[in-house]
């Protein structure tokens, strides 16, 4: 019998049934079964039931990856806290928008360690301290550890760099001081090409001055350094380690130390996380992930996936890896020790969220993980329109400290430090990768020390070419650079390369070889116009420093470049010239603010130092590189650069700095001033990193 409902109550009453048994639905899926993994009490032979226990867990990863497809949306699966599960975990089941499944922690204590390190023991002594096991592993490996501290290949040199006269295309280099003992056949040439890329590739033939090696793609380029990795022969410090992949040998020089008193480890799986093509909504959290050959959660295709509240340490490859992944959420993460790249988000996979992580030590070992021109990135971003990058800390990257591309992009309140410490031509944040992006937004970011490592090109190269924000060729429109702090750079504070409609408002830029940098470059055909400038703090510290340094090819103007006004280009310790304007040439006079106010027709209302200075000891800086305001004692009586009064103390917001004039002192005691002194790391393979 067929019913009809006529009645506007029996309508409602429908309606209302209907969202009650959705929500019904919905609530049911929310809260859905725990699944527990104990690696000391745990047995696969449970069944589901019992695993729904904390006292009857499964054990092991391969038990998880038998059943992951059976799990329902809203489903979790979680990790003992303060034990240890080994292999690759394989995600082949979606959650949903509502109930994504969650692989998370329980107990008390240390996150559970998700980990591809194989402990090592049971060593045959070889010869000298050189020791050997056998070890069947996924992948070469790239990483080796010694009571937790990690250790470099082999090397020859053991510092530094060999340099060749000539070369043969892309295949073979000729050094005339090489000799043919040892013979290298077999191990690894590791070239310095450019600015910023270091290869390593196979030698296939060793014959007295001249290395034949395979795999060469890139150009490269007379009197350049190399080096040799990967090799029995290279070993002869303590912790320097070779893998033979043909006997699956793990080599291990221990100068005398017994390594039986030692904890080894070596990467033996590539990837901790992988997912099938398709899978999303899936949430981790309070989990670590320890030792990845390659990377730590690998994602392809794969919608939705949080990553919240977890620790990387020594990865190969990549910590996180998102490509063509959509709405990604990568939050409070701690990343360390990662070979390429800590956080790389590319390859089309818009709407990512990169928020409140803390990426350190990216690269500090060369050539051990990717071999490619854009690894030692703390956080890349590259074709992930809408993404925002928010609140993270990145300390201490080979290359630059933040890459990105893409449209629609923020990047704001980040803590950069010590970026580009064995590259050239980057920066602590970097946008453009040579395409056409537009509407980018880098806001209030704190960049300290910018490095610039020329070492491994030739011999009497500089060190510099780094600087605090890089926007590149090709990005064409709208570009906001403001309220951003920048110092300390061996470069560039702020470096516009052949783009336009860029705008430049509010930022202080303080010690770096140019405050300011804008360049046409011949061959491009890129003209920069449609600059604004305003209301932004240009201090040098040295004599030897520029505020604004300009070069504008033939046939441009500096009349039609856009507005500059408000700005301040301040050089205390010599105030009387600290500018350039350039055509069609590298290098010029310099020449006063008044002189750059009438040749380029702009910055009517800018200003020089309120204040000169006869020692660096009278110049202050300051930050505030926190979510709070922060109060900073002073032994006097300062102003800044717009002229303001502080006595005895600054108060600076979130994210904001002040460069302070001293003008008296409540005592003999000189101000304290930032180092500005950063010592360059070498690449040495005794396991040093930074931070």
């Not at 020859?156 to 005339?176: A, K, R, V």
């Not at 070889?513 to 932004?536: D, H, K, R, W």
């Not at 205390?572 to 069609?584: F, V």
Request: hydrophobic letters at 30%; one cysteine or more; charged letters at 15%.
């Amino acid at each position: 019998m067929k019913i009809t409902c006529i009645t506007r109550k029996c309508h409602l009453a429908f309606n209302s049934l209907f969202i009650i048994t959705l929500l019904l639905i919905l609530n049911t899926e929310a809260f859905g079964k725990n699944y527990y993994f104990s690696s000391s009490i745990g047995d696969d032979i449970r069944t589901s039931t019992q695993a729904q226990s904390q006292s009857t867990p499964w054990k092991t990863i391969n038990k998880l990856n038998l059943i992951f497809a059976s799990l329902l949306p809203g489903d979790s699966v979680l990790f003992k806290r303060g034990e240890t599960f080994y292999g690759t975990l394989k995600v082949t089941k979606s959650g949903t928008i509502v109930s994504p499944i969650i692989i998370a922690a329980y107990g008390t204590g240390a996150n559970p360690n998700i980990t591809g390190f194989s402990t090592i023991a049971g060593w045959t002594h070889e010869t000298g301290g050189v020791y050997s096991k056998v070890i069947t592993t996924s992948a070469k490996p790239n990483i080796l550890s010694i009571d937790d501290k990690e250790y470099a290949m082999g090397r020859y040199p053991n510092t530094g760099w060999l340099y060749f006269e000539s070369h043969s295309g892309t295949t073979s280099i000729t050094d005339n001081q090489l000799t043919n003992t040892p013979n290298w056949t077999n191990a690894n040439v590791v070239i310095r090409v450019d600015d910023w890329g270091i290869y390593r590739y196979l030698i296939t033939n060793h014959s007295t001055t001249t290395i034949t090696y395979s795999g060469g793609t890139k150009a490269i380029i007379d009197n350049y350094g190399y080096y040799i990795q990967d090799a029995l022969a290279t070993l002869d410090q303590y912790g320097e380690w070779y893998y033979n992949t043909s006997t699956s040998t793990l080599y291990v020089y221990f100068a005398g130390v017994d390594p039986s008193t030692k904890i080894t480890k070596l990467t033996s799986i590539d990837k901790l996380v992988t997912f099938t093509s398709g899978i999303d909504y899936i949430t981790f959290s309070n989990l670590s992930f320890i030792g990845a050959n390659g990377t730590g959660i690998y994602c392809n295709n794969n919608d939705y996936i949080t990553i919240k509240n977890c620790n990387f340490d020594y990865s190969g490859n990549r910590a996180i890896r998102y490509g063509q992944s959509q709405y990604g959420l990568i939050e409070n993460n701690t990343i360390n020790h990662s070979h390429d790249q800590g956080i790389a988000v590319w390859s089309l996979s818009p709407n990512a969220i990169i928020r409140n992580n803390t990426v350190k030590n990216t690269e500090m070992i060369l050539a051990h993980g990717v071999s490619d021109y854009m690894s030692g990135n703390g956080i890349f971003a590259i074709q992930c329109d809408n993404s925002l990058v928010y609140g993270n800390t990145v300390d201490s990257s080979a290359y630059c400290g933040i890459d990105m591309g893409g449209t629609n992009q923020i990047v704001r309140r980040n803590y950069v430090t010590n970026s580009m410490i064995f590259k050239q031509d980057g920066a602590a944040i970097y946008y453009g990768l040579q395409a056409t992006y537009s509407n980018m937004t880098i806001d209030s970011n704190i960049i300290i020390g910018t490095i610039g490592n020329a070492s491994g090109k030739s011999l009497g190269s500089t060190n510099g070419g780094a600087s605090g924000i890089y926007i590149d060729y090709g990005t064409s429109e709208g570009v906001l650079i403001k309220d951003n702090t920048i110092a300390n750079c061996n470069g560039h504070g702020i470096f516009n390369h052949a783009s336009r409609n860029i705008n430049i408002a509010g930022n202080t830029v303080f010690d770096c070889n140019e405050a300011l940098y804008f360049q046409e470059t011949p061959g491009l055909g890129l003209s920069i116009n449609n600059m604004t400038v305003v209301s932004n703090k240009f201090i040098a510290k040295l004599s030897t420093q520029l505020t604004v340094w300009s070069r504008l090819n033939t046939g441009n103007v500096y009349t039609g470049l856009g507005t500059f006004n408000n700005n301040y280009y301040a050089r205390p310790i010599n105030d009387s010239t600290s500018t350039k304007a350039l055509i069609s040439a590298w290098n010029g006079p310099e020449i006063s603010l008044s002189s750059w106010k009438s040749y380029t027709g702009q910055d009517a209302y800018s200003n020089k130092s309120p204040k000169s200075i006869t020692s660096l000891n009278d110049i202050r800086f300051e930050y505030n590189a926190t979510k709070e305001n922060k109060t900073i004692a002073l032994p006097g009586t300062y102003i800044d650069i717009s002229g303001n009064t502080y006595v005895n103390s600054i108060t600076l917001k979130p994210y904001t700095s002040a460069v302070l004039l001293i003008t008296s002192t409540n005592s003999n005691t000189p101000p304290t001033i930032l180092n500005q002194n950063i010592q360059l790391k070498e690449n040495t393979p005794n396991g040093t990193t930074i931070g």
